[in-house]
């Protein structure tokens, strides 16, 4: 079964689990949690507070609840719904350290209250799962990387042709393997109605309006069109209204913020949490445009899960000078570009100028352009501007 297939955040989790008496994974709703830790690591004692019976049960007394779990390892999913849940686990895990008891999953973010975050601060490992990627697609194993070693990388697994095809699809578990187009419509429907209407909702407390949230959605989705990433430029409404329910969506994973480089100039954007996503709220539209927009939500989330199933902590930071055009990544201090454009080693065109300049302000030896090209061009001595594949990461 397709939702059952192996997820590169096992590893990193059975790691944790041998050091944290507390593990954390966190992602969006329906991005395969819970059949990672119940399903794929065996994690047997499953409790989902979800469920109405067990969800009083926790609220009435969260430390009998807790000592009633103690025995085994226990995964309480969706455990943000009961907040007093963490000083129960807390309190339990200063009286008895022992890694890997205690799984806690959601689709809300743990920091946001700072009763919580205290709570969990120097007990927890947290991971975040990623929508699926193209390797845990098509059943590949991850790719390992150490630093910049990637660089050294000669060949690639996947053509341009297969993220093309996989980016409208996006990796969530069901509508990453849905074919019938006007079925995975209705799937994303039914989600997004979900997702703004409950969840965020929740995320963002008193007077929350669902037609303001799904208004702000609207707007930032523009962008899309466009050609470019989601901002505050689209949202035509208080800015500091949006941005309350802006930080709502980032809670939720819905959104992941993007931040502009110390060196750069420019505001904070945002990717949406997955491309099929992305693909859905730009009303299934062609052309180059929206091409572009898919293929660096879907090559971003690439990159930025392959390093976290790695273990390694990427800032999501982009780069942009004053006149130049957006560099989408500042990887250490490399500038990479995405692009949608068939390019070659000695014919770069116009993409040539952005990069050089960032990598002149970042000092950095090298910059990369990534594009629908099924080749890998490395400048000699890693000096100078490179090209890979927009698959090169997966």
Known sequence: MPHQRKRHLEQQIRK???????????????????TLLRDRLHIENYLTLDDDDTRVEAETSSKTFIARNELHPTVIDEVQKVPKLFDAIKSH?????????????????????????????????????????????????????????????NSIR?????????????????????????????YWKSWVDTTLLRDTQKAYGRNFNPDICMSIVRMLSRALLDGEYPSLDYVKKDKRIAKKYIQALESIFFLRRISIHEYGTGKDYWIFGDSGLAYYLSNQTRGSNITLSLARHFILNEIFSLYEYNGQNLPHLYFKSQRGSIIDLVLGNMPIKIINETVSPTKIGWHERPILGAMKKLNSPIGLIVAPVDYIHLPPKNKGIGIVPWSFWS
């Open 158 to 186: 996947f053509k341009t042709e297969d993220i093309a095809q996989q980016m409208q699809l996006g990796g969530l578990p069901v509508p990453a393997f849905i074919r019938d187009e006007e079925m995975r419509i209705q």
């Open 16 to 34: 944790l689990s041998k050091f944290w008496p507390i593990i954390g994974v966190l992602g969006l709703r329906q991005v395969g949690k819970s």
């Open 93 to 153: 895990v200063d009286k008895k350290k022992r890694p890997g008891q205690w799984y806690l999953s959601g689709s809300v973010s743990f920091s946001n209250k700072i009763g919580i975050r205290e709570s969990l601060t120097g007990r927890i490992g947290i991971m975040h799962l990623y929508p699926m990627t193209l390797s845990e697609l098509r059943s590949y194993d991850l790719k390992i990387i150490e630093k910049r070693d990637f660089i050294l990388w």
